[in-house]
């Protein structure tokens, strides 16, 4: 069994920085691809950013130029660095990794960014 642990959400202001991390309780070496999803209220979740094993990343068009994911896999963990926030990004973040057939996903990490 794995386990996914979000952490770094936060009340910012619109404008500000906040980093959120995932940690894994197993390793993270192998996993190809790895994300960060977010589900705004009332809203369905949508994929925000994903790394591959090789580093090369995705991210969704409203979050380019803002936002960084990483990971580090000696420590089992992936980031998500989030710069310039603005209202619209307030949503709860989730993490998102597969090991073998098997879908994880973490509790979730509020973050609330105001005006």
């Known amino acids: 069994q794995v386990q996914l642990v979000e952490s770094g959400g936060g009340l910012v202001q619109a404008g500000d920085s906040l980093r959120l991390s995932c940690a894994a309780s197993?390793?993270?070496?192998?996993?190809?691809?790895m994300g960060w999803y977010r589900q705004p209220p009332g809203k369905q979740r949508e994929l925000v950013a994903a790394?591959?094993?090789?580093?090369?990343?995705y991210y969704t068009d409203s979050v380019k130029g803002r936002f960084t994911i990483s990971r580090d896999n000696a420590k089992n963990t992936m980031y998500l660095q989030m710069n310039n926030l603005k209202p619209e990004d307030t949503a709860v973040y989730y993490c998102n990794a597969n090991w073998g057939s098997e879908n994880y996903w973490g509790q979730g990490t509020q973050v609330t960014v105001s005006s």
């Open positions: 790394i591959n094993r090789d580093r090369s990343s």
């Open positions: 197993r390793s993270i070496f192998s996993i190809n691809v």
